[in-house]
């Protein structure tokens, strides 16, 4: 079992950034694959980046390619989503999760909200005009 914990939203003018963390806590067996999703008011989920298990391969959603940023401490114990250059269309409940991942697909990126088991809270990001 894991257990996440996501902070760092809040609320920032346009052109500004903040850093989300996830604490990941609990243990599972094999790899873990991340990904970090969003939700804003009246629309569905989506995927904004996943990091595989061995860290190797990430993939962005386009909107936010060159602005995001995903990385983790050395244990993988905490996640970080880095956003800079924010506008009005980032704003939305952020969302970090988890799946156990075979080694197998260790490289194997996840973008899809389906294939995570493991949800954290999730936290506000409002961006200002």
């Known amino acids: 079992q894991l257990q996440l914990v996501e902070s760092g939203g809040g609320l920032v003018q346009t052109g500004g950034s903040l850093r989300l963390s996830c604490v990941v806590s609990?243990?599972?067996?094999?790899?873990?694959?991340i990904g970090w999703f969003r939700q804003a008011p009246g629309k569905e989920r989506e995927g904004v980046v996943c990091?595989?298990?061995?860290?190797?391969?990430?993939e962005y959603t386009d909107s936010v390619k060159g602005r995001f940023t995903i990385f983790s401490d050395d244990g993988r114990k905490t996640m970080y989503l880095q956003m800079n250059s924010l506008g009005p269309e980032d704003t939305a409940v952020y969302f970090c999760a988890a799946a156990a991942i075979l080694a197998q697909h260790r490289d194997t990126c996840y973008s899809q909200a389906w294939q995570y088991v493991y949800w954290g809270q999730g936290t506000q990001v409002t961006v200002s005009s």
């Open positions: 609990g243990s599972i067996w094999g790899g873990v694959a």
């Open positions: 990091m595989s298990a061995s860290g190797r391969s990430t």
